[in-house]
């Protein structure tokens, strides 16, 4: 497994922005995928972003345009560039790994940074 470390996060007002960081705890070449997910209240919790290994990146609908994944693989950092913020988006956000394993890849969450959007 691997231990994820979430920053970044906090009150914003609308159309303002805000950038996420992921440090993990091993090489990020060593992990299949970093996702960022989100969770607003009495709501499930839902992908936003994710990057793979190879650079391949894939957004939320609700966030294309907006939002973009990037990494920095000499300090094992994921990051989530936020603009354009919405009241919506106001959310609790969670970082994802999935590393290799057996029989099937494991699956690590980082402990969450608090992101609200309002005036």
């Known amino acids: 497994q691997v231990q994820l470390v979430e920053s970044g996060g906090g009150l914003v007002q609308p159309g303002g922005s805000l950038r996420l960081s992921c440090a993990a705890s091993?090489?990020?070449?060593?992990?299949?995928?970093v996702g960022w997910y989100r969770q607003a209240p009495g709501k499930q919790r839902e992908l936003v972003a994710s990057?793979?290994?190879?650079?391949?990146?894939n957004y939320a609908d609700s966030v294309k345009g907006r939002f973009t994944i990037s990494r920095d693989n000499a300090k094992n950092t994921v990051y989530l560039r936020m603009n354009s913020l919405k009241p919506e988006d106001t959310a609790v956000y969670y970082c994802?790994?999935?590393?290799?394993?057996?029989?099937?890849?494991?699956?690590?969450w980082g402990q969450g940074t608090q992101v609200t959007v309002s005036s």
């Open positions: 990057i793979t290994s190879g650079g391949r990146t």
């Open positions: 994802n790994a999935e590393t290799p394993g057996f029989p099937v890849p494991q699956s690590s």
């Open positions: 091993r090489s990020i070449f060593s992990i299949i995928a």
